[in-house]
């Protein structure tokens, strides 16, 4: 089976690793795509987005994310 591209570089790497953070949202039964993007500041979609890797990820972003998930045990 063919892993799905990376649209901003054609590679493998970030759809990887974006999959890798929303399995690890996923495994907070109570983080659920709305309360982490709301505790995050950013829209449902845009975290959507990012879980799917058609939007990029920065330092920023993935501190929040962390923060949102902690937050939500």
Excluded: H, Q
Aim: charged share 40%; net charge positive; hydrophobic share 40%.
């Amino acid at each position: 089976m063919e892993k799905e591209r990376c649209m901003r570089c054609g590679g493998k790497g970030w759809v990887e690793g974006a999959s890798a953070l929303r399995a690890k949202r996923l495994r907070i039964k109570e983080a659920t795509l709305r309360s982490v993007a709301r505790l995050m500041k950013i829209s449902p979609a845009y975290l959507s987005d990012l879980e799917r890797g058609k939007r990029d990820w920065n330092a920023d972003l993935i501190s929040r994310f962390e923060v949102a998930l902690e937050r939500s045990r």
